[in-house]
């Protein structure tokens, strides 16, 4: 069962910006850790943001540090990543995922959307 769903997304000139959402199709998690992976063909999948149940923390990739944002409405159920100064190998599929504890593991989180594919041209 999907428990989330992902929107936005889709294909950008390397350099442009993206901004994802997603939204939460059984439960809005309020009171759960959410975070952004993502995936290429092939590789195992790869943290990218959190952020704790408040917002009031927050961590990131190695990889996107500087570059993207992760913020989320406890009141619509909703987490956001703003993507800036995308680069071709940010193309990925991209999840979102909710969890009791907040971390970059992917075993911290139980509850994921289907993906969103982001392709940025080089």
């Known amino acids: 069962q999907v428990h989330m769903v992902e929107i936005g997304g889709g294909l950008v000139q390397a350099g442009g910006s993206l901004s994802l959402s997603c939204a939460p199709s059984t439960h809005t998690f309020s009171t759960y850790a959410k975070a952004w992976f993502r995936q290429a063909p092939g590789k195992e999948r790869e943290f990218v943001a959190a952020?704790?149940?408040?917002?009031?923390?927050?961590s990131y990739g190695d990889s996107v540090k500087g570059r993207f944002t992760i913020s989320r409405d406890n009141a619509k159920g909703t987490v956001d990543l703003q993507m800036n100064s995308l680069k071709h190998e940010d193309t990925d599929v991209y999840y979102c995922?909710?969890?009791?504890?907040?971390?970059?593991?992917?075993?911290?989180?139980?509850?994921w959307g289907q993906g969103t594919q982001d392709t940025v041209s080089s």
């Open positions: 952020i704790n149940w408040s917002g009031k923390i927050t």
């Open positions: 995922a909710a969890g009791k504890f907040y971390g970059s593991s992917r075993a911290n989180y139980n509850y």
